[in-house]
């Protein structure tokens, strides 16, 4: 089964995103918990919850991925921009318990010259911190490009993460295309590798998450600007076989594009069009 989504504005609610989800063609999808820049969430409004649950019951919509904003740095020197991020982090997993049992992906955060091994340690502490035995939600660690000194650049650095959680139940990993191939890993033309590599050093278990971009720059370029499918350096028939690879079946999707909605339709509709039917 694919689960194709795109991210989408969460402004509006979230029975709004199931049905924008919905009108073209997803079957799941991705928001921001509160303006990407940082600043305060929104209050939750059980009654938009609840007929959200009712509609993605009722439309066959899959887990859905929260995403935590840019602006926190789990592993900052700066003790005050741990904190805020511990903060975020923990009243996001908070809010997300109102819509059980779904995803929250975050960027490990740059280490800003203080060293990969001493980030690692402050990543894995906040998530020792925020993670607790009941949450139903998963932790996902998105993989990056490698720019500046962000940490997640490398399978080894996210398992090395991994490593030092306690309640390694709740945790997992978002592959995102345009970032691992900027990073350098040849999804293009050597994908068994990558994945075989991922599955060695994390293990695949932990893949819960795709975000399917295209990159603007070369491979290993460690930029990380995203294209529309087709548009990049990875091309229409690397994601033909992502999407087809039997190791990436029922992991769900989701479109981090340069697009308005008609542009991540018309994404979705080509990534249709691709998926070989399962017999
Ligand atoms: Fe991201
Ligand atoms: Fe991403
Ligand atoms: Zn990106």
């Not at 918990?33 to 066959?60: H, M, Q, S």
């Not at 779904?102 to 980030?119: A, D, L």
């Not at 962000?150 to 080894?156: D, K, L, P, T, V």
């Not at 978002?174 to 900027?182: F, K, M, Q």
């Amino acid at each position: 089964m694919l689960y194709i989504g795109c991210h989408l504005s969460a402004a509006k609610g979230f029975l709004h995103m199931g049905e924008e989800a919905v009108s073209i063609g997803g079957n799941t999808f991705q928001f921001f918990t509160r303006n990407p820049r940082g600043g305060k969430a929104k209050a939750i409004d059980e009654d938009d919850v609840k007929k959200f649950l009712e509609f993605k019951d009722k439309n066959g919509i899959g887990t859905i991925l929260a995403h935590a904003p840019y602006t926190i740095n789990p592993c900052s020197k700066d003790e005050n921009v741990r904190t805020f991020a511990l903060e975020t982090m923990q009243d996001d997993l908070d809010r997300m318990e109102y819509i059980p049992g779904n995803m929250y992906n975050f960027h490990p955060g740059s280490h800003v010259g203080q060293g990969v091994e001493t980030g690692i340690n402050m990543i894995a502490d906040i998530l020792n911190k925020v993670l607790k035995e009941e949450q139903s939600t998963t932790v996902l660690l998105e993989t990056m490009a490698g720019k500046g000194t962000e940490i997640g650049r490398s399978f080894e650095e996210l398992k090395n993460i991994i490593d030092k959680v306690e309640l390694k139940s709740h945790l997992g990993v978002c592959l995102d295309t345009c970032h691992v191939y900027d990073a350098g890993y040849d999804i293009v033309n050597k994908l068994d590798d990558v994945l075989e590599s991922f599955d060695n050093i994390i293990g695949l278990e932990r893949l819960k998450a795709i975000h399917l971009n295209d990159s603007k720059n070369p491979f290993e370029s460690h930029k990380d600007r995203h294209e529309k499918i087709g548009e990049g350096s990875i091309g229409t028939d690397a994601f033909e076989r992502i999407i087809n690879h039997p190791k990436l079946a029922d992991i769900p999707m989701y479109l981090e594009t340069p697009n308005e909605l008609d542009g991540y339709k018309h994404e979705i509709e080509l990534l249709r069009n691709l998926k070989k039917e399962e017999e």
